[in-house]
């Protein structure tokens, strides 16, 4: 499985941007979830947002009201909506698979990251 995450950037604060990942060759016989992280300077990756495969959605509480998470088909796209941005959200954002496949049984596959740069 692939995962390329695409749609980041500068942008003023109080901007918006949208993030996507799509998936490739994916295997994954069962998805358990799809979720966002990121990293910023100087601090460890943390969860951004995430969706299960029930559809239930989880957010940090730095961005709850502000970022919304979708996937347009649940299995080879995963979306997140941007809103409001402020300047400690800039990171590298990273997309994540979590599933089972026979071969490898419970695995999680990450995407390269896409820089998001918020000015003030």
């Known amino acids: 499985v692939q995962l390329q995450a695409s749609g980041g950037g500068l942008v003023q604060a109080g901007g918006s941007l949208t993030l996507s990942c799509e998936a490739s060759?994916?295997?994954?016989?069962?998805?358990?979830?799809m979720a966002w992280y990121r990293e910023a300077p100087g601090k460890g990756r943390e969860l951004v947002a995430k969706?299960?495969?029930?559809?239930?959605?989880t957010y940090g509480e730095s961005v709850k009201g502000r970022f919304n998470i979708l996937s347009r088909d649940s299995r080879n796209n995963l979306d997140l909506q941007m809103n409001n941005l402020k300047p400690d959200d800039t990171a590298l954002y990273f997309c994540?698979?979590?599933?089972?496949?026979?071969?490898?049984?419970?695995?999680?596959?990450w995407g390269q990251g896409t820089l998001v740069t918020v000015s003030s």
């Open positions: 994540t698979f979590n599933g089972y496949t026979p071969a490898t049984g419970s695995v999680s596959y």
């Open positions: 969706i299960e495969r029930s559809g239930r959605t």
């Open positions: 060759r994916n295997t994954l016989q069962i998805i358990n979830h």
